[in-house]
T-cell receptor, first 111, second 115 residues
Framework: EDKVVQSPLSLVVHEGDTVTLNCSYE??????LLWYKQEKKAPTFLFML????IEKKSGRLSSILDKKELFSILNITATQTGDSAVYLC???????????FGKGTKLTVNP | ETGVTQSPTHLIKTRGQQVTLRCSSQ?????VSWYQQALGQGPQFIFQ???????GRGNFPPRFSGLQFPNYSSELNVNALELDDSALYLC??????????????FGEGSRLTVL
C-alpha cells in the first residue's frame, strides 16, 4: 500500500529560524512528489519534484528529492509568521488518478 | 485563489441524514477529484470524475457517491451519515483528462460536522 510519512508532525520556531521538514514515502511506480501549504482550508501548491537530486527553489523555500532513499525535504530559511501553516507532502503513483498525502507538519512561527 | 469553488462552506447534520456538497471546477479543467480530510490528517482520496463518469475510487464505502455534469462541475453525496464522516471535504480540479499529471487545484472545502 502506498504510504507517505512526514516528520516532525509539529514544529514551533522563532522568526528568522531555518526549518527542515521531512517526507519519506513508499509508492508503487513513483511518478512525482508534491509539496502543498495549507493555511486554513485550501492546500496551495508549492513544488512538484520528479527527478532525484534536483533542487526546486522559490524565494525562501526550497525542496529536494532523493529517489534512491525515497525521501524529500522542504527547507524554509529566515522564517516569517506568515509561514505558519500545515505543510503537506504527497506522492503521485504512476498510472494513478490520485495523490497520496502524509499527515502534514504543522509549523508555527512565533514573532 | 485557484478558481475552484465549493458550497456550502460549513454545514451540520445528524447521524443517518444525507448530504450533498457541490464543486465548480476551474475554468478549462475537465477532471474533478474529491478528498476527505479529517482533523489532524492529510487529505484522503475519495474518487475522481472525468467525462461525467467515476474514473477511480479510494477506500470509501458505496454510501459515498458522486456526479459530474457536462460543465465539469461535480457533486459529492454521502448517505446515512456517521459521526466519523465529520471532516473537511476538498474538491480539486485539473485539466488532465482523467490521468493525474501532478498539480491539483483545490477549493476552500466544505466543513461537515455530524452530530
Amino acid at each position: 500500500e502506498d504510504k507517505v510519512v512526514q516528520s516532525p508532525l509539529s514544529l514551533v520556531v522563532h522568526e528568522g529560524d531555518t526549518v527542515t521538514l521531512n517526507c519519506s514515502y513508499e509508492v508503487t511506480n513513483f511518478r512525482s512528489l508534491l509539496w502543498y501549504k495549507q493555511e486554513k482550508k485550501a492546500p496551495t501548491f508549492l513544488f512538484m519534484l520528479t527527478s532525484s537530486g534536483i533542487e526546486k527553489k522559490s524565494g525562501r523555500l526550497s525542496s529536494i528529492l532523493d529517489k534512491k532513499e525515497l525521501f524529500s525535504i522542504l527547507n524554509i530559511t529566515a522564517t516569517q509568521t506568515g509561514d505558519s501553516a500545515v505543510y503537506l507532502c504527497a506522492v503521485e503513483p504512476g498510472g494513478s488518478e490520485k495523490l497520496v498525502f502524509g499527515k502534514g507538519t504543522k509549523l508555527t512561527v512565533n514573532p | 485563489e485557484t478558481g475552484v469553488t465549493q458550497s456550502p462552506t460549513h454545514l451540520i447534520k445528524t447521524r443517518g441524514q444525507q448530504v450533498t456538497l457541490r464543486c465548480s471546477s476551474q475554468s478549462g479543467h475537465n477532471t474533478v477529484s474529491w478528498y476527505q480530510q479529517a482533523l489532524g490528517q492529510g487529505p484522503q482520496f475519495i474518487f475522481q470524475y472525468y467525462r461525467e463518469e467515476e474514473n477511480g475510487r479510494g477506500n470509501f464505502p458505496p454510501r459515498f457517491s458522486g456526479l459530474q455534469f457536462p460543465n465539469y462541475s461535480s457533486e459529492l453525496n454521502v448517505n446515512a451519515l456517521e459521526l466519523d464522516d465529520s471532516a473537511l471535504y476538498l474538491c480539486a480540479s485539473t485539466q488532465s483528462g482523467g490521468a493525474l499529471t501532478g498539480e491539483l487545484f483545490f477549493g476552500e472545502g466544505s466543513r461537515l460536522t455530524v452530530l
